[in-house]
């Protein structure tokens, strides 16, 4: 078990890449040079791993939401029919995305606080891609970007965590101006802007020029560290103020989730939300994978698993009767 | 009790949030509910369509000769059009890039290409895809069988 279990939810290197002298996607308009980018690209897996490849003009809408709600590929890739393509390995634990903003931009993801693996196993797929294609890249600017913040290593390290009780108390919005004082980025993954819903947020490097790959790998786990060391202690004070109403709410959200035959996406992430505290707590036994089973409830994912189309109100009953099996079938339970 | 966004229906889903210290309650109807179930309609292309035209600029314009791309161009979006953009309008790039990273001195890794041996086998499995691609069946039976060659040898060592 992890130190963080609980906290972190996973980590996330991303590498973008570009062929030098080849317009970016937004610039480009040539189909040869897309299908050169394409095939460069499926070349390098062929040497990698098992995968799969889809262009995303080939995909249902229900098909290219399904993978951006896995969070393999961003909105801007799953609309772009025209040229956008990605690479996902079959574990889903690798995704190059092709012609989003940037030629390639190859990602590498694990389910714990492990940015040192994200990066080998994304930079292992970089260096055979060098190997097929020419990379865009300057002594001076380093690798070459569409737009000038990804310049230099090309990098994002960010992790996933789970802040409730910081969020409960307030203070995460102190912890979020002094992580930007360290030019790191903070957002939530659901919802808008700041608005975190869930109480998922992500951490990530700012800025990626001057500064080594391992330099942006230490400086983000090390705030991480700080950020679930304090949620830690917040979840603490959360108890012994709140006490047994924490406990209440737990609960009912936990009896929601067990008894509900009408779900919504936002009435099962808030219940979940609290469940995983309550999980955290003890206060309630689960052993399946709770963010997976989120993910797996969101609309077009639902609908996949349903095996056919469900309107709105169709799913939010698919989505009670699954998370029902679900929990049941995880040895949940109060303890 | 009614719906807290439409006013109108009955709400069904109540939602408790502890947010800033402060409880905030959350009653909807089924309907508005629904609202927050990240609606199908999300893959709709709105953001691309602008940015693919150029802007129309005198021939006295400063240009990437390589992309079309002009220093006004990238002013206004922020973004290059391909990497020799960053040698021809530098003047302009430069300081943009000093602010927003705050140094223009790349400490990181530069390519280090590997070259992956393909085995024998799967050079084969390789060429005979690139056959059937090419909609050249013949050639595709020609490797499939060196394929079954080589694994059936295999099999009997
Ligand atoms: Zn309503
Ligand atoms: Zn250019």
Redesign the interface.
């Known amino acids: 078990m992890d130190k963080y279990d609980g906290i972190v939810i996973s980590s996330r290197v991303r590498l973008a890449r570009?062929v030098?002298?080849?317009?970016?996607p937004?610039?480009l308009n040539d189909e040869r040079a897309f299908s050169t980018i394409m095939k460069a690209g499926e070349d390098c897996a062929?040497?990698?791993f098992p995968y799969k490849f889809y262009q995303m003009a080939h995909l249902s809408?229900?098909d290219?939401?399904a993978i951006?709600e896995r969070h393999l590929i961003s909105?801007?890739l799953?609309?772009?029919?025209?040229n956008g393509a990605v690479i996902i390995s079959d574990s889903e634990d690798l995704s190059v995305m092709i012609n989003e903003?940037d030629h390639y931009r190859i990602q590498a993801i694990n389910k714990g606080f492990d940015l040192q693996d994200a990066y080998s196993r994304a930079s292992?797929f970089?260096?055979?891609l060098?190997?097929r294609v020419k990379?865009?890249?300057?002594?001076?600017?380093?690798y070459?970007?569409?737009?000038?913040?990804n310049?230099?290593?090309g990098?994002r390290a960010s992790v996933m965590v789970f802040l409730p009780a910081l969020?409960?108390?307030?203070k995460i919005?102190s912890i979020i101006n002094s992580i930007q004082q360290l030019?790191l980025t903070v957002r939530g993954v659901y919802g808008e802007g700041s608005k975190a819903e869930g109480y998922t947020y992500q951490i990530s490097n700012q800025?990626?020029?001057?500064?080594?790959?391992k330099e942006i790998i230490d400086n983000v786990t090390k705030v991480v560290d700080v950020v679930c060391e304090a949620e830690i202690e917040e979840r603490k004070n959360l108890q012994s103020i709140e006490g047994v109403r924490l406990t209440d709410?737990i609960m009912r959200a936990y009896g929601t989730l067990t008894n509900a035959y009408?779900l919504?996406?936002?009435?099962l992430l808030?219940c979940a939300s609290l469940v995983k505290l309550g999980m955290a707590f003890g206060l309630v036994r689960f052993d399946g994978d709770i963010n997976g089973l989120i993910i797996s409830c969101?609309?077009?994912n639902l609908i996949k698993i349903a095996g056919k189309n469900l309107n709105?109100?169709e799913?939010?009953v698919f989505r009670a009767e699954t998370v029902r099996k679900v929990l049941k079938k995880g040895n949940g339970g109060n303890v | 009790m009614l719906c807290d966004k439409c006013k109108k229906r009955q709400a069904s889903v109540h939602i408790k949030t502890l947010i800033n210290g402060v409880y905030v309650e959350k009653h909807l109807c089924s309907e508005c509910a629904r609202d927050y179930d990240s609606e199908l309609d999300i893959l709709s292309p709105s953001g691309i369509v602008s940015s693919m035209f150029s802007t129309i600029e005198g021939p006295t314009a400063k240009r990437c000769k390589n992309c079309g791309t002009t220093a006004t161009e990238f002013k206004r979006s922020g973004k290059a059009g391909c990497s020799e953009c960053y040698k021809a309008f530098e003047d302009t790039i430069l300081p943009i890039v000093k602010r927003v990273q705050g140094t223009l001195n790349h400490v990181g890794r530069a390519p280090s290409p590997v070259v992956k041996e393909r085995s024998e086998i799967d050079q084969l499995r390789y060429e005979m895809e690139e056959a059937v691609r090419k909609e050249d069946y013949r050639l595709a039976a020609e490797i499939r069988d060196k394929i079954k060659a080589l694994e059936g040898g295999r099999q009997d060592g």
Not at chain 1, 78 to 82: E, S, Y
Not at chain 1, 167 to 170: A, K, V
């Open positions: 570009n030098e002298g080849i317009p970016f937004k610039k062929k040497d990698c809408t229900i290219r939401q951006f909105r801007e799953a609309v772009n029919t025209k903003e292992d970089d260096n055979v060098a190997g990379l865009a890249y300057s002594d001076k600017l380093g070459l970007t569409s737009c000038p913040t310049l230099g290593t990098m969020t409960f108390s307030g919005n030019s800025v990626s020029l001057g500064q080594t790959e709410k009408v919504s996406t936002a009435e808030e969101q609309p077009a709105a109100d799913r939010d």
